[in-house]
């Protein structure tokens, strides 16, 4: 299977489900709360015979974007 660390999370749950596994996706934030607007994959982990996790982090990587 591909490195799945780093990508946005739609690249990563794709390429799951292509690959046969069920997804489950869980949000992690940092103390400060900061904004962000991508959605990029932190930890990937199988947590049965066909279903990963995907821990997900908001990273701010446009530097013109501002949060509403």
Excluded at 8 to 18: S, T, Y
Excluded at 40 to 64: G, N, Q, W
């Amino acid at each position: 299977m591909r490195e799945l660390l780093g990508l946005p999370l739609a690249e990563a749950e794709a390429a799951l489900v292509a690959a046969g596994y069920r997804v489950t996706s869980v949000e992690t934030k940092s103390r400060k709360g900061q904004p962000g607007n991508e959605k990029r994959v932190l930890r990937v982990r199988k947590t049965a015979e066909s279903e990963m996790e995907l821990i997900y982090a908001l990273f701010k990587t446009d530097l013109f974007w501002m949060p509403e």
